[in-house]
């Protein structure tokens, strides 16, 4: 159009299209800022998860290689609980633990405190189904049997 000087018809087409890229740019840059947010809560995660003397099994890899819109995942071992498996998507974490239930509020109870004094992380954990995580009653309190597994997601936001 621009070589056949048809100047008002390519204005026009260009009319239509900037819109559509206004829109993909911001949608591109409002990913970016979740990716970087993502990035800055596994350096915290990793730290936390250093301090409580957990040991890393697996470094961070995406969930599909080259993929940064992809999962970041990685493994940790609690040493004497069980490992915990992390998955760091753009909108929240997720895992999947070998902890016993119990165990499992503990840590992460642990965890959340760390990533919000040290890092002003704000999370909040839940099982996978929505419900809260295991608290027991501290006066009818029983150790669950070793190995029960359990899958918790949780969110994050920066504190105020």
């Not at 998507?89 to 405190?113: H, K, M, P, V, Y």
């Not at 918790?152 to 504190?159: L, M, Q, Y």
């Amino acid at each position: 159009m621009l070589q056949e000087q048809r100047y008002r018809e390519l204005s026009e087409h260009l009319d239509a299209i900037l819109p559509e890229l206004a829109e993909s740019a911001r949608e591109t840059q409002e990913r970016e800022d979740k990716h970087q947010k993502r990035l800055y809560l596994l350096k915290a995660i990793r730290a936390v998860c250093h301090e409580m003397g957990f040991r890393e099994v697996s470094p961070p890899a995406y969930a599909t290689e080259g993929d940064r819109g992809s999962a970041l995942q990685f493994r940790v071992d609690t040493r004497g609980r069980g490992r915990l498996d992390l998955a760091l998507t753009l909108d929240g974490i997720s895992s999947n633990s070998e902890i016993s239930a119990q165990r499992c509020f503990e840590d992460f109870q642990e965890l959340s405190r760390f990533l919000d004094a040290k890092f002003g992380i704000h999370t909040e954990f839940k099982m996978a189904d929505g419900s809260p995580i295991y608290q027991p009653d501290a006066r009818t309190a029983q150790e669950l049997p070793k190995g029960q597994q359990g899958n918790v997601a949780g969110s994050t936001s920066p504190k105020p």
